[in-house]
């Protein structure tokens, strides 16, 4: 794992290295406050962790970063597709009514300099994206329902109405999340991967039940989008099978950390 941070607290993308003005990074197990299920470095209030503890790993997170980040943006996820922009009238709001808007909201997109676009998860997919021309980012949660509901989809058509992004000049990086050996399915979920028009030879096998790629399965929606496919980086971390590194709901049960993934532009 030759992209961990030396202190083993972050995963920091190549998009990190490639594009000066952008840091990507997913957090790990290490190096925080919180305890039990929660050990140690959980950034997520919706988790039932110690709100006190959760604070704590949020600062310093953001004292670990190159650049500090004026705010950290967490939604409340739901396993939806709503998309939410984050603008400077959005950066303005009390706290209490940011609050209010992230509530149900699965994908973040903004252009705006020094906001940290984050999306939890433990197993679900983080996809994070950057159009280097219009310097627009997003953050994408998408677990299994979201990604029948092509959410990545979704937030790269919001991109396209806001900012005026074109696939082409999208880099995106897929990150820790259950891969396709450990991702066993029921048949109501390969029947709604089928029904939703997905290419089922590509992203499913049957062992003893259906095991479904999820990775595989946003990858695809990236290149219907025009992203190329040499500008999609891929972690290719199975979080099931590396519980002790990245949270797992399914190693771990719900009542448990999660992973931060987040995007910022920096102002250099």
């Known amino acids: 794992m ?13 998009l990190t290295n490639s594009c000066a003005d952008i840091f990507c990074f997913s957090t790990t197990r290490h190096g925080g406050y919180s305890e039990g299920n929660y050990a140690s470095f959980n950034c997520n209030h919706y988790c039932g962790d110690d709100p006190e503890k959760v604070e704590q790993n949020r600062k310093l997170l953001c004292s670990l970063m190159p650049v500090r980040p004026e705010m950290l943006v967490i939604p409340h996820q739901t396993h939806g597709t709503e998309v939410r922009e984050i603008d400077e009238t959005f950066v303005g709001l009390a ?4 609050k209010e808007l992230l509530e149900g909201v699965d994908a973040l997109v903004s252009d705006c300099p020094g906001v940290c676009l984050c999306i939890s998860t433990a197993d679900c997919i983080p996809v994070l994206c950057y159009d280097t021309k219009h310097k627009a980012m997003a953050a994408i949660h998408a677990g299994w329902r979201g990604t029948v509901a092509r959410i990545v989809e979704k937030t790269l058509d919001r991109m396209s ?3 005026g992004t074109k696939g082409e000049d999208v880099r995106a990086c897929i990150g820790p999340g259950i891969s396709l050996e450990a991702f066993e399915v ?3 979920v390969y029947e709604a991967f089928k029904t939703a028009g997905f290419d089922m030879a590509k992203i ?8 479904i790629d999820l990775w595989e399965a946003n990858r695809m929606q ?9 500008n999609v980086e891929l972690a290719g971390i199975c979080t099931y099978q590396h519980a002790t590194d990245f949270f797992s709901a399914r190693r771990l049960g719900i009542h448990s950390g999660r992973i931060l993934s987040g995007i910022m532009r920096m102002e250099r």
């Open 2 to 14: 030759n992209n961990l941070t030396e202190d083993k607290r972050m995963w920091v993308y190549g």
């Open 95 to 98: 706290s209490e009514k940011q």
């Open 161 to 163: 109405e806001l900012y």
């Open 186 to 188: 029921g048949e109501e």
């Open 204 to 211: 499913a096998r049957r062992y003893a039940k259906w095991h």
């Open 222 to 230: 990236l290149l219907s989008k025009g992203v190329k496919a040499s």
